[in-house]
């Protein structure tokens, strides 16, 4: 099934000159391995394609059931040499929640996400 | 030695609300209230106050706040970290003396004052023996932007507070000092910590970072099951409940709003997050993949498990300098067609500007409504939008192109496609970009200064 990481995570974002740091936090511990496998550098870049011009680091915090990405070159110039409406990055939580993740039928069963 | 202290986080930045500080006194116990006042480029702000006025240069909400609170700080042995001395730290305990005086409280207290961090003065010093203070960002060096800089200020830690308390003061105020040695110093000053005690001067850290933003930690900006967060109009800012082994408990005053639960302090843990291992600041490097975290009662998260290393051999530097103008102009169509109307807007906009031979190092639009904060990832707007803002955003060095591109958007309601409004504000306003700049200086090179005053 397909799922939308709305459904698995919750998030939070801020800035660091011209990168965001968006940290990814799984809404229940069982929910974190999945995460680590699917929610890759990768995955992301290509999610936020357009929006980061440069390269998507990862973290693992498993004490936390979290990641965090940090998304080079994505508010254009940072801080206020930016000219976007976001240029502190706060609303890169939310856009990381719209991803959608394809999880196995009985993965999806088993972590009580099937309805 | 105390069995526990209770810091209070007072303002998230500085522009948080007003009372909060004040509640935080007021409406429970505490030991320490620290109030972080300065952004990244809050300190050329007060630079350029301090230019027109020698005596400015502070957080004049600060000394507002000490006229509020300092008789109940000195009745119920409250001491205050605050780094709310801008560029004009002298000043600013100028200030709060004299509202000392006003209030009958002359010479019933001390007050420490920290400086040492402004290194403006020797900028070309460093750059001659070889100091680039390169660029963390984009490494060029600092020579390149020399003739432009506003401000240069090193962040000091949490030592030369510790140093202040431990010689009596009770309101200490420093110039640019890290938001976590705010919160770090009093434990250090109450548990008599070591130096190299990395794990609990990392303890003591991330406490500094889960109460730093203010209520972002106590239910604010919480994206956990927001809707069910309790009376946010009332919300409760953090308070730290920190105990000598270097363990401590996040909480706020009981009878607040918001909430103190695992998922609002993990939302806050990651906040403003790089490497999770290396967490650098001038008193240690904290590796928040330690940090565990309990429910120890309602509102109450204990935090324990944190590790910590050996302080880097380097501080960073703030530094700002002046890039430029910018200017914001909005306007809103309606439906029908919304949309595509504030794209011919834009279209017309930029023909104009074109035409009129403006340059620009960058010029920006973003449809409000439709795509301005998700962009492509908010996929295609629907025609029945009912309204979208035109959002066109310019910045470059010249100020006179960028004053004539404010002068085009009132007219686009008269001249370009219909059914807009948005424009009672008049033309929009021309900014001086301050851009930040941060650089790295080895630690022998400063000497942060403390001095004790009697009040």
Same mark, same amino acid.
């Given at each position: 099934?397909?799922?939308?990481?709305? +459904?698995?995570? $919750?998030?939070?974002?801020?800035?660091?000159?011209?990168?965001?740091?968006?940290?990814?936090?799984?809404?229940?511990?069982?929910?974190?391995?999945?995460?680590?496998?699917?929610?890759?550098?990768?995955?992301?870049?290509?999610?936020?394609?357009?929006?980061?011009?440069?390269?998507?680091?990862?973290?693992?915090?498993?004490?936390?059931?979290?990641?965090?990405?940090?998304? $080079?070159?994505?508010?254009?110039?940072?801080?206020?040499?930016?000219?976007?409406?976001?240029?502190?990055?706060?609303?890169?939580?939310?856009?990381?929640?719209?991803?959608?993740?394809?999880?196995?039928?009985?993965?999806?069963?088993?972590?009580?996400?099937?309805? | 030695? +105390?069995?526990?202290?209770?810091?209070?986080?007072?303002?998230?930045?500085?522009?948080?609300?007003?009372?909060?500080?004040?509640?935080?006194?007021?409406?429970?116990?505490?030991?320490?209230?620290?109030?972080?006042?300065?952004?990244?480029?809050?300190?050329?702000?007060?630079?350029?106050?301090?230019?027109?006025?020698?005596?400015?240069?502070?957080? +004049?909400?600060?000394?507002?706040?000490?006229?509020?609170?300092?008789?109940?700080?000195?009745?119920?042995?409250?001491?205050?970290?605050?780094?709310?001395?801008?560029?004009?730290?002298?000043?600013?305990?100028?200030?709060?003396?004299?509202?000392?005086?006003?209030?009958?409280?002359?010479?019933?207290?001390?007050?420490?004052?920290?400086?040492?961090?402004?290194?403006?003065?020797?900028?070309?010093?460093?750059?001659?023996?070889?100091?680039?203070?390169?660029?963390?960002?984009?490494?060029?060096?600092?020579?390149?932007?020399?003739?432009?800089?506003?401000?240069?200020?090193?962040?000091?830690?949490?030592?030369?507070?510790?140093?202040?308390?431990?010689?009596?003061?009770?309101?200490?105020?420093?110039?640019?000092?890290?938001?976590?040695?705010?919160?770090?110093?009093?434990?250090? $000053?109450?548990?008599?910590?070591?130096?190299?005690?990395?794990?609990?001067?990392?303890?003591?850290?991330?406490?500094?970072?889960?109460?730093?933003?203010?209520?972002?930690?106590?239910?604010?900006?919480?994206?956990?099951?927001?809707?069910?967060?309790?009376?946010?109009?009332?919300?409760?800012?953090?308070?730290?409940?920190?105990?000598?082994?270097?363990?401590?408990?996040?909480?706020?005053?009981?009878?607040?709003?918001?909430?103190?639960?695992?998922?609002?302090?993990?939302?806050?843990?990651?906040?403003?997050?790089?490497?999770? $291992?290396?967490?650098?600041?001038?008193?240690?490097?904290?590796?928040?993949?330690?940090?565990?975290?309990?429910?120890?009662?309602?509102?109450?998260?204990?935090?324990?498990?944190?590790?910590?290393?050996?302080?880097?051999?380097?501080? +960073?530097?703030?530094?700002?300098?002046?890039?430029?103008?910018?200017?914001?102009?909005?306007?809103?169509?309606?439906?029908?067609?919304?949309?595509?109307?504030?794209?011919?807007?834009?279209?017309?906009?930029?023909?104009?500007?074109?035409?009129?031979?403006?340059?620009?190092?960058?010029?920006?639009?973003?449809?409000?409504?439709?795509?301005?904060?998700?962009?492509?990832?908010?996929?295609?707007?629907?025609?029945?939008?009912?309204?979208?803002?035109?959002?066109?955003?310019?910045?470059?060095?010249?100020?006179?192109?960028?004053?004539?591109?404010?002068?085009?958007?009132?007219?686009?309601?008269?001249?370009?496609?219909?059914?807009?409004?948005?424009?009672?504000?008049?033309?929009?306003?021309?900014?001086?970009?301050?851009?930040?700049?941060?650089?790295?200086?080895?630690?022998?090179?400063?000497?942060?200064?403390?001095?004790?005053?009697?009040?």
């Amino acid at each position: 099934m397909r799922i939308q990481l709305l +459904k698995l995570a $919750h998030a939070r974002s801020g800035d660091k000159g011209d990168t965001a740091n968006v940290g990814l936090i799984a809404l229940e511990d069982k929910y974190y391995p999945m995460l680590v496998r699917e929610v890759t550098v990768e995955r992301v870049k290509e999610h936020f394609r357009g929006i980061c011009k440069g390269k998507v680091e990862r973290f693992e915090l498993p004490n936390l059931g979290a990641l965090n990405f940090l998304l $080079h070159e994505s508010l254009g110039g940072g801080g206020t040499l930016s000219l976007m409406t976001d240029a502190q990055g706060k609303t890169f939580s939310t856009a990381i929640l719209r991803m959608e993740i394809e999880l196995p039928d009985a993965e999806a069963q088993a972590l009580g996400l099937m309805i | 030695m +105390k069995k526990s202290i209770r810091i209070a986080g007072g303002q998230g930045f500085w522009g948080d609300l007003p009372d909060a500080p004040v509640r935080q006194v007021e409406e429970g116990p505490i030991d320490y209230l620290m109030l972080d006042y300065l952004a990244e480029v809050t300190m050329s702000i007060m630079q350029k106050q301090r230019s027109r006025d020698p005596s400015a240069g502070y957080a +004049k909400d600060f000394v507002g706040l000490m006229r509020q609170i300092l008789p109940a700080c000195i009745e119920k042995d409250i001491k205050v970290t605050a780094n709310a001395g801008g560029v004009n730290v002298e000043g600013c305990a100028a200030a709060v003396q004299s509202v000392a005086h006003e209030l009958g409280l002359a010479g019933k207290f001390r007050l420490g004052i920290v400086t040492g961090d402004d290194i403006m003065p020797r900028l070309d010093d460093f750059i001659a023996r070889g100091i680039e203070l390169r660029n963390m960002d984009t490494d060029e060096p600092l020579a390149t932007v020399r003739d432009r800089i506003q401000s240069a200020n090193v962040y000091l830690g949490a030592w030369p507070m510790v140093e202040a308390l431990n010689r009596g003061a009770r309101i200490v105020i420093t110039g640019r000092a890290t938001d976590t040695g705010l919160t770090l110093a009093p434990m250090i $000053h109450e548990f008599g910590w070591a130096a190299d005690d990395w794990n609990r001067l990392a303890s003591g850290t991330i406490a500094g970072h889960i109460i730093e933003c203010g209520a972002q930690s106590s239910g604010g900006n919480c994206q956990y099951e927001w809707r069910s967060i309790p009376n946010l109009a009332n919300v409760g800012f953090p308070i730290i409940e920190a105990a000598p082994d270097g363990t401590f408990v996040v909480t706020k005053h009981k009878g607040t709003g918001g909430w103190v639960i695992i998922p609002s302090i993990k939302e806050q843990l990651v906040y403003e997050m790089g490497d999770p $291992h290396e967490y650098l600041t001038p008193d240690c490097v904290a590796d928040f993949t330690t940090v565990q975290l309990e429910y120890e009662g309602t509102d109450r998260v204990r935090v324990f498990g944190i590790e910590g290393r050996p302080a880097t051999k380097f501080l +960073k530097v703030s530094i700002s300098y002046s890039a430029g103008y910018k200017a914001v102009g909005t306007l809103v169509y309606s439906w029908p067609e919304a949309y595509e109307k504030a794209q011919a807007a834009d279209r017309i906009l930029r023909t104009r500007l074109d035409r009129l031979g403006l340059k620009f190092d960058q010029v920006l639009t973003e449809f409000v409504g439709v795509n301005a904060v998700h962009g492509p990832l908010a996929g295609a707007a629907s025609a029945e939008v009912p309204e979208v803002q035109l959002r066109v955003a310019v910045r470059g060095p010249n100020r006179a192109a960028v004053e004539r591109f404010t002068k085009e958007i009132a007219p686009l309601v008269l001249t370009g496609p219909p059914g807009v409004t948005g424009f009672a504000g008049g033309r929009p306003k021309v900014e001086e970009i301050v851009a930040y700049w941060p650089a790295l200086i080895p630690k022998e090179e400063i000497v942060p200064r403390v001095e004790i005053i009697e009040a």
